[in-house]
């Protein structure tokens, strides 16, 4: 079985779990804590994934990181995944939560990318076309390239919008050279 379908698997067992107790929201603030953890400490990552690592060892390091921290249930899950040896898709599992999450309260996540920076009533209008269209919240985050020349490119889910006059001219480009 794939990473990704193991994690999936532990993230929907989690997700249920804090449903069940009623701490969506507060297991969700902590598991986007540690995520925040993972990416500004990659030897984070580096340890949970290295298999000489002693069980031991990996559970008191996020026992001395989180303990007091975050919900008592996700270090009793963290401590059950590696006693289970599977420490190694924790962070992949924490990813899956967020975008389990995510489905299960209609959150959209968007990126506009622009040649240059937008204005908030750009980004706004664009947040109003993009929530009417998929009916849920949006989180939208902005990105500017300069190698659009002008523009933008707007990513929802597996869906992507491209205005950019750099996809205009590559286009334009491609038919020249097939005549």
Sequence with gaps: MSEIQVASRYAKSLIDLAGEQRSVEEVKGDIELFLETCRENPELQAILKNPIISLDKKTNILDGLFSGKVHEMILSFFKIVIRKGRSGILFATAKEFINQYNVLNNVV?????????????????????????????????SVVDPKLIGGFILKVGDKQFDTSISSKLNKLRKEFEQR
Excluded at 118 to 123: A, D, F, T
């Design 109 to 141: 996540k968007a990126t506009v990318t622009s040649a240059a920076p937008l204005s908030q009533e750009n980004i706004s209008k664009i947040e109003e076309v993009v929530k009417q269209s998929t009916k849920g919240e949006v989180v939208l985050s």
